[in-house]
């Protein structure tokens, strides 16, 4: 059987995104501290190695060419010093620079000082760039806009992002390009019908001029997406995860996958260029969004700015190898047509003993068992606004944990009705909560091509519906 992150490595291999904006170096100077200066109340350090990375947009293009893409950068450039280290760089990851150089540009330096593995300070060298190069960087961006699949937008307000990017972003969409965009906070306006922005929670409270709290950031994040008429806003949260909504304006939340930070500098980077690519092939925004919180928990676990490999984003033990959007399972699906296909779908808001039991059983009556789960939108659909207690995430963690369990295939819309008739399983099976195989849903689409649909006796009289009404 084909894995599903050798799939997707595949698949990544034939994207072609550009980013553009402003292109920074970050300077490390690393040493070690044990006095203080006798000048001043401050560390003496005794420094005994240096590091150049890329930043800012050189960052995001080093993300994405790190996952198999192909990628090409658009900044203003000098001619100086730092400028040469950054083309080095961008060199050694295959990118290609389609930069516009200038004697106008000096190249934004960023030097992170660490001490016995702590940054103690922060040196920075910037000038802001002025001028009608912005525009034509951007222009040229247009004429190729064709040979790619998307763009990202890094716009740190070095001076690279203009006004013109509202030419850009109409472009795009006429071409039905995708725009991911990591804002600058005093230049909403440009960034209006982007397919999705990505601002920090500062930044994000920045755009809308309110401090943001749990009880009032989904409508503030639902006004600032019909203001810019956004397909998606993705606000980054740091160690509390990503709160997001979809393009039904449904407000969702996914909690950090990090057990441990040493460093998120550059995790917005990660998590932007993740969510991009996986758009890109089609994916759904959850799905998206999962994987970038994997490689930005990976990012965040290293020293400085840092990317994420194809290696760790699809790593072996995550549980997202058996989530998969139909799309994708179709193409797997022609591997095993002599296999005998369980099918069955459920809700498992709240994941009990009488969810295990017949699972499990289902697993038993052939070779590969799959599960249908509703999204948080289908669950609302079916339950009510109050539902789901548990996110889409959460859910689908529960159930991909699970060894018997082969994949997990999350659903919009009321029903599985249609992923049902493109799967086309052997067995359906339900539990023993229905009565009549007539009223499950597929079964005259199953028996008509000779499958069977099948309940399975409940071994516990227990239900999530029981669980949430009952009374201590």
Same mark, same amino acid.
């Given at each position: 059987?084909i894995?599903?992150?050798a799939?997707m490595k595949?698949e990544?291999?034939?994207l072609k995104i550009a980013v553009? +904006?402003?292109?920074?170096?970050?300077?490390?100077?690393f040493?070690?501290?044990?006095?203080?200066?006798p000048e001043n109340?401050?560390?003496v350090v005794?420094y005994?190695?240096?590091?150049?990375r890329?930043g800012?947009a050189?960052?995001?293009?080093?993300?994405?060419?790190?996952?198999?893409?192909k990628t090409?950068?658009?900044s203003l450039m000098s001619?100086?010093?730092?400028n040469?280290?950054i083309?080095?760089?961008i060199?050694?990851h295959?990118i290609k620079?389609?930069?516009?150089?200038?004697?106008k540009?000096?190249?934004?330096?960023?030097v992170r000082?660490y001490?016995?593995d702590?940054?103690i300070?922060r040196l920075?060298?910037e000038?802001?760039?002025?001028g009608?190069?912005?525009?034509?960087i951007?222009s040229?961006?247009i004429?190729?806009?064709?040979k790619?699949d998307a763009?990202?937008?890094s716009?740190?307000g070095k +001076?690279v992002i203009?006004?013109?990017l509202?030419? *850009?972003?109409?472009?795009a969409s006429k071409?039905?390009?995708i725009?991911? $965009?990591?804002?600058?906070?005093?230049s909403?306006?440009?960034y209006?019908?982007? =397919?999705?922005?990505t601002?920090n929670l500062?930044?994000?409270e920045i755009?809308?001029g309110?401090?943001?709290?749990?009880?009032?950031?989904?409508q503030?994040? *639902?006004?600032l997406?019909k203001?810019?008429?956004?397909?998606?806003l993705i606000?980054t949260?740091?160690?509390?995860?990503?709160?997001y909504i979809?393009?039904?304006?449904?407000y969702?939340?996914?909690?950090?996958?990090a057990?441990s930070?040493?460093?998120?500098?550059?995790?917005?980077?990660t998590v932007?260029s993740?969510i991009?690519a996986? *758009?890109?092939l089609?994916?759904?925004i959850?799905?998206?969004?999962?994987?970038?919180?994997?490689?930005g928990?990976?990012v965040?676990?290293?020293k400085?700015?840092?990317?994420v490999s194809k290696?760790?984003l699809?790593?072996?033990?995550?549980d997202t190898?058996k989530?998969?959007?139909l799309?994708?399972?179709l193409?797997?699906?022609k591997l095993?047509?002599?296999?005998k296909?369980?099918?069955?779908?459920?809700?498992?808001?709240i994941?009990h003993?009488g969810?295990?039991d017949y699972l499990?059983q289902?697993?038993k009556?052939?070779? $590969?068992?799959?599960i249908g789960?509703?999204d948080?939108?289908?669950?609302? *659909?079916?339950? +009510?606004?109050?539902?789901?207690?548990n996110?889409?995430?959460?859910?689908?963690s529960i159930?991909c944990?699970?060894?018997?369990?082969?994949y997990?295939i999350p659903f919009?819309?009321?029903?599985?009705l249609?992923l049902?008739k493109?799967?086309?399983?052997n067995i359906i099976?339900?539990?023993?909560?229905y009565k009549? /195989?007539r009223n499950?849903?597929?079964?005259?689409?199953? =028996?008509k091509?000779?499958?069977e649909v099948l309940?399975?006796?409940? /071994?516990?009289n227990?239900?999530?519906t029981?669980?949430?009404?009952k009374?201590?």
């Amino acid at each position: 059987m084909i894995k599903y992150k050798a799939m997707m490595k595949i698949e990544l291999n034939k994207l072609k995104i550009a980013v553009i +904006g402003d292109v920074m170096l970050d300077e490390y100077i690393f040493g070690k501290s044990d006095r203080i200066s006798p000048e001043n109340p401050i560390p003496v350090v005794n420094y005994n190695s240096k590091d150049f990375r890329a930043g800012g947009a050189a960052n995001v293009a080093v993300n994405l060419a790190n996952l198999g893409i192909k990628t090409d950068l658009y900044s203003l450039m000098s001619d100086d010093e730092g400028n040469a280290i950054i083309l080095d760089i961008i060199k050694k990851h295959k990118i290609k620079n389609l930069s516009i150089k200038s004697k106008k540009i000096s190249t934004t330096v960023k030097v992170r000082i660490y001490s016995n593995d702590y940054q103690i300070a922060r040196l920075d060298k910037e000038k802001i760039y002025s001028g009608n190069l912005s525009d034509s960087i951007t222009s040229k961006l247009i004429k190729n806009i064709d040979k790619y699949d998307a763009i990202i937008v890094s716009d740190y307000g070095k +001076g690279v992002i203009s006004k013109s990017l509202i030419k *850009l972003i109409s472009k795009a969409s006429k071409k039905k390009v995708i725009v991911g $965009i990591d804002p600058y906070s005093k230049s909403k306006k440009i960034y209006k019908n982007s =397919t999705f922005i990505t601002p920090n929670l500062k930044e994000f409270e920045i755009l809308v001029g309110k401090k943001v709290n749990s009880k009032n950031i989904k409508q503030l994040s *639902l006004t600032l997406k019909k203001e810019l008429k956004l397909k998606y806003l993705i606000i980054t949260a740091g160690s509390s995860g990503i709160h997001y909504i979809d393009s039904n304006n449904i407000y969702r939340h996914s909690e950090a996958h990090a057990k441990s930070v040493y460093d998120v500098i550059g995790a917005g980077d990660t998590v932007l260029s993740i969510i991009t690519a996986f *758009l890109g092939l089609k994916s759904s925004i959850s799905n998206a969004v999962r994987y970038s919180l994997i490689g930005g928990s990976v990012v965040v676990q290293k020293k400085g700015t840092s990317y994420v490999s194809k290696e760790e984003l699809f790593s072996s033990d995550s549980d997202t190898n058996k989530i998969f959007i139909l799309k994708k399972f179709l193409l797997e699906r022609k591997l095993f047509n002599e296999k005998k296909i369980i099918f069955t779908n459920g809700c498992f808001d709240i994941f009990h003993a009488g969810h295990m039991d017949y699972l499990s059983q289902a697993s038993k009556l052939g070779d $590969i068992l799959i599960i249908g789960i509703n999204d948080d939108h289908s669950v609302k *659909l079916n339950k +009510g606004e109050k539902r789901p207690i548990n996110n889409l995430d959460k859910r689908t963690s529960i159930l991909c944990n699970l060894s018997f369990v082969d994949y997990v295939i999350p659903f919009s819309e009321k029903t599985p009705l249609n992923l049902i008739k493109k799967i086309k399983p052997n067995i359906i099976v339900k539990g023993g909560d229905y009565k009549n /195989k007539r009223n499950i849903v597929g079964h005259d689409v199953v =028996t008509k091509y000779g499958g069977e649909v099948l309940i399975i006796k409940k /071994k516990y009289n227990i239900s999530s519906t029981k669980i949430l009404n009952k009374k201590n």
